[in-house]
T-cell receptor
C-alpha cells in the first residue's frame, strides 16, 4: 500500500525567501506525481504534473523534481509571496491519487 | 472553459439518512474521480468512473457508491450516513488517461452529519 509523507507539516517564512517542500513515498510503481495547492475551504488547484519517466517540471517560480529510485519529490518555490500561503499537497498517481497530508505554508508579509 | 462544478456546496443530514452528490466535469472530460477529505485521514480516493463504468475503487465500505451518465456527469451516493461521513467530498475530472493528465478538482461538497 502506497504511503506518502510530507515534511514539514507546517512552515512559516518571511516574504521573499526561497523554500523547499518535501514529499516521500514508498511505492515507485506510479504513473505520475502531482503537486496541488489548497486554499482554506476550497478545492485543489493543480500546480505541476511530473510523468513517471520525467525528472522535473517547472512553472514560473515553481520547480518540482521526482526521484523514483529514492522515493522522493521536492517542490521548490522561489521568491515566495504572501499569495503563496496555502496547503501544498503531493499526490502519487496510480489507481486513483494517493495524497500526503500536506504542508501548511504561511508567507509572512 | 467552465471548471468542474459540484452541487450542492453544503449539506446537513442526520445519521441513517442517505445523500446524493453531483459532479459535472469539464466539457470533454470523460473521467471523473471522487475523493473524501477529513482532518484526520486527509484526502482519500473513493472511486473513478470512465465512460459510465467504474474503473477503480478505493477502500471504502459499500455504503459509498457512484455512477456516471452518458454526458460524463457523475453522482455519488452515501447510504445509512454515519457521523464519520462528515467531510469535504471532492470530485476531479480528466480527459481519459490517468498516466499523462492533470486532474482538475471541483470546489467540493461539504457534508455535515448530525
Amino acid at each position: 500500500k502506497q504511503e506518502v509523507t510530507q515534511i514539514p507539516a507546517a512552515l512559516s517564512v518571511p516574504e521573499g525567501e526561497n523554500l523547499v517542500l518535501n514529499c516521500s513515498f514508498t511505492d515507485s510503481a506510479i504513473y505520475n506525481l502531482q503537486w496541488f495547492r489548497q486554499d482554506p475551504g476550497k478545492g485543489l488547484t493543480s500546480l505541476l504534473l511530473i510523468q513517471s519517466s520525467q525528472r522535473e517540471q517547472t512553472s514560473g517560480r515553481l520547480n518540482a523534481s521526482l526521484d523514483k529510485s529514492s522515493g522522493r519529490s521536492t517542490l521548490y518555490i522561489a521568491a515566495s509571496q504572501p499569495g503563496d500561503s496555502a496547503t501544498y499537497l503531493c499526490a502519487l498517481g496510480a489507481d486513483g491519487l494517493t495524497f500526503g497530508k500536506g504542508t501548511h505554508l504561511i508567507i509572512q508579509p | 472553459k467552465a471548471g468542474v462544478t459540484q452541487t450542492p456546496r453544503y449539506l446537513i443530514k442526520t445519521r441513517g439518512q442517505q445523500v446524493t452528490l453531483s459532479c459535472s466535469p469539464i466539457s470533454g472530460h470523460r473521467s471523473v474521480s471522487w475523493y473524501q477529505q477529513t482532518p484526520g485521514q486527509g484526502l482519500q480516493f473513493l472511486f473513478e468512473y470512465f465512460s459510465e463504468t467504474q474503473r477503480n475503487k478505493g477502500n471504502f465500505p459499500g455504503r459509498f457508491s457512484g455512477r456516471q451518465f452518458s454526458n460524463s456527469r457523475s453522482e455519488m451516493n452515501v447510504s445509512t450516513l454515519e457521523l464519520g461521513d462528515s467531510a469535504l467530498y471532492l470530485c476531479a475530472s480528466s480527459l481519459e488517461s490517468r498516466t499523462e493528465e492533470t486532474q482538475y478538482f471541483g470546489p467540493g461538497t461539504r457534508l455535515l452529519v448530525l
